[in-house]
């Protein structure tokens, strides 16, 4: 009897030895089949992601070409989209879509632009007078095709003596962004200059017709009170179909349009996501060729063209603007 009860006993543990083997089992397969699920949904929503987002950078490519012909479209046309940044909502295969363009002529040239202009643009950033002038020295010295230092200027061996590895590159820029490696250059006084300058207007001057007000702020001696009211006239005109005033203190500084516009599309889709593409265009003579791209980009959100709050905003109205 005693040997038959230590048999089952010893039968009931290895059923017992067998069973949580096989719980283990089940625990493991289940926890794989989790992992497996996970990964797959992970898969998914990559796969889902790209395709959306390809399909909002073909929508923005295609807003591009729309921009480019209304870019060639003549001046009288009446339904023509303006070339002063103000965005066009477009569709495209229901993607909607936030289309601008604005002539470069508009920004400061920082390889060509006057040299008051761009020491005014960074007074009205809230530069002091000598501040304006060393960054304009660095500015020469980073640009011109020599090393011989300006007074408050900066060469290869000041770059050095700061620790940097960089150097001037004694040539004009090739981008906006590099202009923040220029010594004295902070980052966020770039943030601010960005949306104010250029490489590809190539004019000295700058089209008042269809600048900023904080581009406006770079002509010496201008009040806030005088762009302000040179602003509401500029778009009353524009309201009117009317030509619209050159800035009269900016009339030795004018330029005029050059056919160089930047065309920035965001897209956006139901899901709340947008991308952005921006694009210098360049319009050409040849009927067989009418345009070629000076830049193809990603766009950010922080490119987009802002008002910054005014330096001057609690003084005096009469105070120039840049001082």
Do not use: H
Request: a neutral charge.
């Amino acid at each position: 009897m005693s040997a038959s009860v230590n048999k089952q006993s010893g039968c009931f543990a290895q059923q017992g030895i067998a069973l949580i083997i096989v719980l283990w089992i089940m625990t493991l397969l289940t926890l794989i089949a989790s992992s497996f699920i996970q990964a797959m949904r992970t898969e998914i929503n990559i796969v889902g992601n790209s395709v959306s987002r390809a399909k909002l950078d073909a929508a923005a490519t295609a807003g591009v070409q729309r921009a480019i012909l209304e870019m060639m479209k003549p001046l009288q046309i009446p339904d023509r989209w303006n070339i002063y940044g103000v965005p066009q909502t477009w569709e495209f295969q229901g993607i909607p879509m936030q289309i601008s363009l604005l002539d470069e002529s508009a920004k400061i040239d920082i390889n060509v632009g006057n040299e008051v202009l761009i020491r005014g643009l960074f007074r009205s950033q809230g530069l002091s007078e000598e501040e304006a002038g060393a960054l304009m020295d660095a500015i020469l010295d980073w640009r011109d095709p020599d090393s011989l230092k300006r007074l408050r200027g900066a060469e290869e061996a000041d770059y050095a003596e700061k620790g940097l590895a960089i150097k001037p590159a004694n040539a004009p820029f090739q981008s906006i962004e590099e202009l923040q490696l220029v010594m004295g250059m902070t980052p966020e006084l770039y943030q601010r200059l960005a949306p104010l300058i250029t490489i590809y207007s190539r004019q000295g001057g700058i089209n008042s017709q269809i600048a900023s007000r904080e581009v406006l702020r770079a002509i010496p001696n201008v009040t806030e009170a005088q762009i302000e009211e040179y602003i509401q006239q500029r778009e009353q005109a524009r309201a009117n179909k009317l030509p619209v005033p050159v800035f009269a203190p900016a009339a030795i500084y004018a330029s005029g349009g050059n056919g160089i516009l930047r065309i920035r599309v965001e897209a956006s889709s139901e899901d709340g996501s947008s991308f952005i593409r921006e694009a210098v265009v360049m319009r050409l003579p040849s009927p067989k060729r009418s345009y070629t791209f000076l830049r193809w980009q990603e766009g950010t959100v922080s490119a987009t063209p802002t008002t910054f709050p005014d330096p001057a905003a609690n003084n005096a109205a009469n105070k120039p603007a840049n001082s």
